[in-house]
Each structure stands twice: as C-alpha cells, then as structure tokens.
C-alpha cells in the first residue's frame, strides 16, 4: 500500500502535512521537541526572536502529527494502524545501501520528476510515522538517520539547485517540495545545518515565491497553485529563520505583489477562483470546488492556524471571502460528508481519491479554518460537519483521515453544545461553473453541464481517459440511503457511454489522451433559480465529434424533477441514446424493478425494451414516469454486471489506478432514439425516493403539465402549486407566454401575487422582454435590473447583459 487512507488523491499527497492533516493550532506543543516560547504570550514573540520559529515549527509538527493523543482510543486505531501499515511497507522496502540508484525500486529512474517527487511523499510518511508518538516506528534511531541519509541522497542526485526543470512542473515546484519541507519540519533535530541549509536551496531554486511559475516567471500563480505555494514559502522561512520569506507567504495569499490581482481574498469574475455566486473555477475553464477549490480553502486554513498569534498572523480583512466560500461554495455540493463528482473535473478517475475522501478533505478544511473564524460562521460550520459525520456510516470520517482530524473531529462530536446541522434544503444554480444542484431533505442531484465558457471534461497527465460526457448534463443522484453509490467502485464499471442525464451518439471512442479542457460550441448552458426552491436548467448539446445537436431542460420542484429533449438530430448513420439512469447497485445488488408494476427478471444479461411505458421503480432509488401524450414511451432496459480497472481511465504518474479488475452491478433505463434521428423527443420525470405507489399515481394524475416540448421552448406547468418553468430557445411564445429571447423562466402564482424568476444561460443577450398571460396592478419589488410594465399583459424586460447567467427575480401583485 502506497499511502495511508488519509492522504488519498495527487492533491492529497500534499495532505499529509498540509491542510487536510490538521490538529488545533497551538502555541507550544508537548512532546514535539524545544518550544521555547511556548508560555510567552503573542504580544512577546517578534520575528527578530528565534523562539517564535521554533514555537511555530512546532506547530506545523502538530498539524503533520497530531502530537500527543491516546493510541489505545479507538477512535484513533483506523489511522494510526494505516500510518503504521504503510510506514512498515515504505521502510520495508527503503534501498539504504551506500551504491543505491533509487530510494525505492518502483520509483527509478529517480531523476523522473514523477519518481522522485513521490519519494519524498514515501519518506514523509516514514518521518510522520518516527514522530508521532504512539507509532510504531516513533523515535527510532535507526530510522531517523536512513531518513536523514534519504534526503541528502534525492538532493545529490535528483532535486537540487543545479537541476533544470522537466516534465510535469507540479512535481518540481508543488509536490517535491511540500513534501520535503515536511520532512524538514519533522527532522529538524537531526538534519545537520549545513544539510537543512542544502535542501532549502533546492526549495528556493524552484519556489523563491508563492506569485510566480518558477519554469515561466511571466506567468501568475492563481487558485490553488497559490495557496500551495503559499504554505512551501513560509514553511521555507520559519525553517530558515527569515522573516521576509514567512511574511512573502502571507502577502502571498493576498498578492501584494501585483495589488491583489491575484488575491485569493476576492471574488472573480473570470478565470481561476471563488466567485459571488458560490462557483469555483481552476484553469480558467473547469468547475473544480472539489479538488482545486479544496487545495485553495486548505492553505488558507492551514497557513491561519499556523501563523495564528505570530508577527505574520493573517490580517487581510477579505479573508471573509474564505469563510463565505464555505456557505456558498461548498456546504451545497457536499452531502452527508460526500464531495459530488460533478465538481472534481479530472479528480474522478483517481482510485485513492473518492468522493467520500476528496469529502472528508474539505470536511478537515472546514475543521481548521473555524478554529481562526469569527464565531458566528465557526459555529455553524462545526454543526454542519457534526452532522455530515453522523449520517455518513458508509465511510465513516474517522476511518478515512489522519490523527490530526481525528482530534479535531472528537472535539466537535463529544461538544454537546453544538447540535448536528440537517441536511442543506434549496436550489442552486452556479452559473458562472454551469453547475446547478438540487437539494431536498432526502436526497440532493448535481447537474454537470457545459458550454465555451466551461468545459465539458478536463483530462491530462494520464487522467479522466473517459471523460468525454460527464459534461454533458450528466445527472447526479445523491439519497441518504446510498452514500456508496459514485465511490463504490462506479467510474472504473459504469459503461461511460450511457451517464445519466445525458444524450450521446453510440459511436465508440479513444481514450481521451491531449491533456487540457474541451470547450464545446454551444452558448446556452445554466439556467433560473425561484425563492431558493424551484429551478429551470438547460443546455443546447453540441456533442463533441457528431453531428447530434438537442436542446435539453430539466425542471426542478419539491419531489422530482422532470427532464425534456427535444430537437434531437444526428446524420452519422449511428443510434442515439439518452440516458435515463445507470444505478450502480454494487457487487451482488438485486434491487427490485417495475415496469408499470410487473416486476423485471433480476438476473445478470437481462433486457428488454417496453413499447409503452407509463413509469418504472427502482427498489432503493425511486420511481420514473414517462408523460407521453396517449402511449407512454418506448423504455429500454437492462441489468448487467460490468468489470473493469482502474488503470482504464488513470495512469497518472503519481496516481495511475491499479490494474486488479472491479465489478459491479447496474441497472439501466434508456431511450433510443435510432440511428440518425431527426427531431427526435423524451420527456421523463424522476421521483427520487418515492415508492411505487406514489409513481403510479404520479402517472396517473400527472401533477405536471407539459405545455411545450419543441426547439423552440419547453415548457411545464404544476397547476396545483400555481408553478409555470419553462426554457426557450429562441424568440417565441407558449400557451400566452412570450419571450423575446433564449431565456431560463420561472414564475409562481400564488395568495399574494406572482413570484418570477429570469436568467440568460446563453450570457449572450443585452435585454430580455417577458410578457405573462395573466394581468399585473404592481410591483411589489424587483432587481434593479428588472423593469415591468404592468396591465392586463405584463411585460418584464430584463437587463441580462453582463449578469453572467444569474438570475433576475420580481415579485408582482
């Protein structure tokens, strides 16, 4: 086993000394050698006296450690028994000859920046595992000096000041020396002056600064390449003693440099960072709150604790962005502990990287941070996380991070003062990522969508080989009753042709090789949310190398949400698809399906494609109503068991998945539309967590009214809640409504008068004219961007320009 459970993910291998291995910021440590300063006040501590370097030393030893805690407790025996199984493997196998060519024999040639980046990683893990008390290699002589001797050995041969950069950037300027430094910190009694003095060389040839890419000085550092540089810096000058290195860091957050251009303190409105809207962007393209945006809240975290009561404690007023972010950012795309996939762009591919541990990195994040936070985001934090934890029993949080989160996470659950958060309830559209999510108290879904503004995958340095339609409207469906359901063995077996959500050309297709993003063509790609409860979402498909084009809403209520194609057309002479669902049912799953109440054969192989369905039920997941105007539709069906690995879609450098095989069971609904259809439709509802009874009567009664299903507009109506939503493509008018333009609409009348919900998701058009079939006497209140001209046919006309896809609303008597 190459690394613990808490350290996880290519990121994640900075964690294990960095922001997700957190333990309560300290000013003096027990047990972690000299801290002098342990007792004095912050008042006394100045850069000038060499014991405030030592005190925060020994903090940052803490933060990798732990320090001090009861190895016979059991909450701490899943951690400290993974530290000591890979440490024991790692030392095992350690070359410590005197003519060694490599630390390690899978890691050679040494001189790959791959192969010795992650040799550090391996011989953090040996020096964490020499200084934590209560391991089982804790104070080990023996260990302390092959370690000493492993560092001079990477210096001489591999990563030093003489070396020019190659290959993969990451590992000379973020992963090596990260890793180091950590080693540093932890073996700073026993790595000689002149040997320190060496490495730090080595780190400063290649990160003197946490603004710059070292291998291309003109270029910035934005978003989470900041924050990690940020962290390596001052690590670099608290080992150095040198209080301009430290204060370079934390100016670093800030981008003092180039007047905070570059902050992570802001909101952006292009490129790389947190934006108002809760969206977070890395590469300028790819919606990446779960991996990027993670690494960016961790070093902020991790650098507040550990400069916390120093000269260089973070004083940057906008830090409020960072404890906003957590509301806005990442609480609504974290359920029950769980990271949704749909925000970690190529992270999905990594095996030691699943939701539930990408999950309980910001989880960890999210710990530390609140300890330096005013209280009234720190209190609520703390209850969120408890109550994450305590629902999540799939992959309890304690057996997924480190001693230090450990720590943390028993002091909030013993607190009886902080009660367990319920889960988030509301609407999101994070249209500057085209990301919208869908809360409700039992079950959540994430849509991934995408236009040239976003891109529909990322893939690169030998991960997300299958990407290719997890943009593509891909449908997250996340329930309370099946946290396993996208990190149990799901990116390596499902077939990657048949997402659910999306509409693809059955064409097979290579693995995805060109490192970056793609852009597909297509403008529209967002959508409207209504009273943080209802929500319209829609995306034109431009399939990437086909000529398939649909136009694609989804309607999003209380209990369900009611997706439309139309305009689905393709000439290649191949079939087309759209995905109604792909369940992973795991290994031996025999979940129960219904087919308008006949139950469906439950062996492997099975299928069967239904002339006329009406609806179907999924034991464990809920029911799915088909709306045809007089026969239902044509439903396709199938359970299979698939096998895969893998190294099918990662082989990274530092995260290539395992060639052992995976199998897992699906179920399956579909409908085909046939081989180069022309304005093909579909029109399904989804009723998560309903049982077959409520999904016959739902097909019975249907609740909802499909006005319009046509490249024009698609249009529902629920007559019994007063709700209109509706997407339009282009100028029209539908059933008395009128659009002037493409535009995602939402409308609600009710007791006290109409509540309406405007957005652009193309980000294309200046103005925006909506006239309501129904008469308006006065508005109650409306965005400054909204004017109405009331009367018997109300008109709204939206200035959209510039607003990026976010939603206009007003409310009208």
């Not at 000439?571 to 992973?584: A, K, L, M, Y």
């Amino acid at each position: 086993m190459d690394l613990p459970r808490s350290a996880l993910s290519r990121r994640t291998l900075l964690a294990t000394g960095a922001a997700s291995v957190v333990a309560p910021a300290v000013t003096g440590v027990a047990g972690a050698g000299p801290a002098r300063a342990a007792d004095r006040s912050a008042e006394d501590l100045s850069a000038e006296d060499s014991d405030v370097y030592e005190t925060l030393l020994a903090r940052a030893e803490q933060l990798i450690t732990g320090g001090a805690f009861d190895p016979t407790d059991p909450d701490f025996a899943p951690a400290l028994a993974a530290l000591d199984s890979s440490a024991a493997d790692f030392w095992a196998r350690l070359d410590r000859g005197t003519g060694r060519s490599a630390l390690w024999a899978d890691y050679a040639p040494v001189t790959d920046p791959g192969m010795f980046a992650q040799s550090y990683t391996r011989l953090r893990a040996l020096a964490t595992a020499w200084a934590t008390p209560g391991a089982a290699l804790n104070g080990s002589e023996e260990v302390a000096d092959a370690l000493v001797s492993a560092l001079r050995f990477l210096h001489d041969v591999a990563y030093n000041p003489e070396k020019r950069e190659g290959g993969n950037w990451w590992f000379w300027e973020i992963g090596a020396p990260r890793a180091l430094l950590d080693c540093c910190v932890l073996l700073r009694s026993r790595i000689p002056a002149d040997a320190l003095a060496a490495q730090l060389a080595s780190v400063e040839r290649f990160v003197p600064n946490p603004d710059r890419r070292s291998n291309s000085p003109a270029l910035a550092e934005t978003g989470a390449n900041r924050a990690d540089k940020a962290v390596i810096v001052a690590l670099h000058g608290l080992l150095a003693r040198d209080p301009a290195k430290v204060a370079l860091a934390r100016d670093g957050l800030s981008d003092v440099r180039d007047g905070g251009r570059n902050s992570l303190f802001q909101y952006v409105t292009s490129g790389d960072g947190f934006y108002a809207d809760g969206s977070f962007i890395q590469h300028d393209a790819v919606a990446y709150t779960g991996s990027y945006g993670t690494v960016l809240l961790g070093g902020a975290a991790y650098l507040a604790a550990l400069l916390d009561a120093s000269p260089w404690a973070l004083s940057d007023p906008r830090i409020s962005v960072m404890y906003e972010a957590v509301g806005r950012a990442f609480s609504p795309v974290i359920f029950d502990g769980l990271m949704m996939d749909a925000v970690r762009g190529r992270a999905i591919s990594r095996e030691r990287a699943a939701d539930h541990t990408d999950g309980a990195t910001a989880v960890s994040d999210i710990l530390l941070l609140a300890r330096a936070a005013p209280a009234a985001y720190a209190d609520a934090w703390r209850s969120a996380v408890k109550g994450w934890i305590q629902r999540n029993r799939t992959d309890p949080y304690l057996g997924l991070v480190g001693i230090p989160q450990v720590a943390l996470a028993k002091a909030v659950l013993a607190d009886r003062s902080v009660a367990p958060a319920d889960r988030v309830v509301g609407h999101h559209v994070f249209a500057d990522m085209d990301r919208v999510v869908h809360r409700r108290p039992a079950w959540s879904m994430a849509l991934a969508l995408s236009s040239r503004r976003i891109a529909a995958y990322e893939a690169g340095n030998g991960e997300n080989l299958h990407g290719w339609y997890t943009g593509d409207g891909m449908a997250y469906l996340y329930t309370g009753d099946d946290l396993g359901q996208f990190g149990d063995g799901f990116w390596p077996t499902v077939d990657p042709y048949r997402l659910p959500g999306t509409t693809v050309d059955t064409r097979r297709r290579a693995d995805i090789t060109a490192g970056g993003y793609y852009l597909p063509q297509n403008s529209i790609a967002g959508g409207a949310v209504l009273d943080g409860r209802y929500g319209a979402a829609a995306m034109e498909l431009v399939a990437q190398g086909s000529s398939l084009r649909a136009r694609k809403s989804w309607f999003f209520v209380d209990n369900a949400v009611i997706a439309l194609g139309a305009g689905i057309t393709a000439t290649d002479g191949r079939g087309v698809e759209t995905i109604v669902e792909n369940r992973n049912l795991h290994a031996s799953g025999t979940q129960r399906l219904l087919v308008d109440g006949a139950r469906q054969p439950t062996r492997q192989g099975w299928s069967q494609t239904f002339d006329t369905a009406r609806w179907a039920h999924l034991e464990g997941v809920g029911g799915y109503v088909f709306p045809a105007p007089r026969s239902g539709a044509r439903l396709s069906a199938l359970r299979e068991e698939r096998a895969g690995r893998w190294s099918d879609l990662d082989t990274g450098a530092d995260t290539a998945g395992s060639t052992a095989p995976v199998t897992r069971r699906y179920a399956t609904l579909w409908v085909d539309h046939g081989v180069s259809p022309t304005n093909a439709a579909y029109a399904y509802v989804l009723l998560p967590g309903a049982s077959p009874g409520t999904t016959a009567v739902w097909s019975r009664a249907r609740p909802v009214r499909i006005t319009a299903n046509t490249s024009t507009a698609q249009v529902v109506e629920m007559p019994r809640t007063g709700l209109t939503a509706a997407t339009f493509w282009e100028a029209g008018s539908v059933a008395g409504l009128t659009s002037s333009g493409p535009a995602s609409l939402l409308l609600r009348r009710h007791a006290h008068g109409v509540s309406v919900a405007v957005a652009d998701p193309g980000h294309t058009l200046t103005t925006l004219a909506v006239e309501l079939p129904f008469p308006v006497r006065k508005v109650i209140r409306a965005d400054a961007t909204v004017a109405v001209t009331t009367g018997r046919r109300p008109v709204l006309t939206v200035t959209v320009g510039g607003s990026r896809g976010h939603t206009h609303t007003a409310e009208l008597g």
